[in-house]
């Protein structure tokens, strides 16, 4: 084995022991493994102590230039998700993308070099790759009601899919988050549901109304019924879920109306309903377990001219004045 490889599993096993997501973990090695067989195959590169600043440049160039798919780490892996019959073969890869890569190759040369496996970071002098952000679509009440709608309740997974649907438009939590929680998190009572294994590694808490409260009240009921999971949203065998699998179920449900859906879009929704509502950034930054308020405003400062609109008309000065 050569020894970039050599030197990759040892940092893949690093990464695994300090907890790291699944999807993490993959996306790391996806990243660090193509970068490898493009060294080799382009410069005859084994050693990462070889790499060089202008390799790592010319890399984000040749990614640019050959567009999605058109490299892989193992050729195998081409026989099994056909790439080229992809609609999106060839076409080019976003800037968001590049800025992933360029992460992933950096943590990694970080690694080594803390570690004085090699003694430059070839990564330092490199500019930053800053994609354009683009703005998350605000699903109208008229599009969230069309999408709740498009689920078959009396289906034991289409149910657990519009409750997780609905549980992360009320609480604004992460998929991964709810995958993990247990009955034992539950408060009905109190309306609060604690969050253990998040992306901060700090348990957590995030609330839901009344509404919610009656719906997640009546899915416990029904799940017992037919599972004795640990978990609150087990597959149907009873198993954790994976996250790409209620990814896939929301796209399906969008397709049916006509809207684009993904889990994380209807958080992002959460934060900006919550703020035109009138809430405040500091607890919405607590809600979504954001390290900063800051962090909160630079992830959702992003509403359009329209939604401005709104979120004025409900704090008008002179609307709201007696005069």
Not at 214 to 224: A, H, I, N, T
Not at 291 to 296: I, M
Not at 302 to 314: A, C, I, L, M, P
Request: aromatic fraction near 12%.
């Amino acid at each position: 084995m050569r020894k970039f490889l050599i030197e990759v599993d040892r940092y893949m096993m690093d990464c695994n022991s300090r907890g790291l997501s699944v999807k993490t973990l993959r996306s790391y090695e996806q990243t660090l493994r193509l970068f490898e067989r493009y060294l080799y195959e382009q410069y005859g590169v084994e050693d990462p102590a070889k790499v060089k600043t202008e390799h790592i440049r010319n890399y984000f160039s040749y990614v640019r230039e050959r567009g999605k798919y058109g490299a892989l780490a193992d050729d195998y892996t081409a026989k099994t998700n056909n790439p080229h019959n992809r609609p999106d073969y060839g076409k080019q890869v976003s800037e968001t993308t590049l800025a992933n890569y360029q992460r992933n190759i950096n943590a990694f040369f970080n690694y080594l070099y803390n570690d004085k496996a090699i003694r430059k970071n070839p990564c330092e002098g490199i500019e930053k790759i800053k994609p354009q952000r683009k703005v998350k679509q605000l699903l109208s009440e008229n599009e969230l009601h069309l999408f709740f709608r498009s689920f078959d309740v009396s289906k034991f997974h289409e149910y657990r899919n519009w409750v997780i649907a609905r549980l992360i438009l009320d609480t604004g939590a992460r998929i991964g988050e709810l995958l993990e929680v247990m009955p034992a998190d539950i408060d009905i009572r109190n309306g609060a549901m604690l969050l253990r294994k998040t992306k901060s590694k700090h348990d957590r808490y995030v609330y839901y109304s009344q509404k919610m409260g009656r719906s997640l009240k009546s899915w416990l009921e029904y799940r017992d019924r037919y599972t004795d999971s640990p978990y609150v949203f087990p597959s149907i065998r009873g198993n954790k879920m994976d996250i790409r699998n209620i990814e896939s179920a929301f796209k399906k449900h969008g397709r049916l109306v006509g809207i684009n859906v993904q889990p994380h879009q209807l958080r992002n929704n959460f934060a900006k309903y919550y703020l035109l509502n009138g809430g405040d950034w500091l607890t919405l930054s607590r809600i979504l377990g954001h390290s900063s308020v800051e962090v909160t405003q630079q992830a959702y400062l992003d509403f359009t001219d329209q939604e401005v609109g709104r979120k004025y008309q409900r704090h008008s000065p002179l609307s709201n004045l007696n005069i």
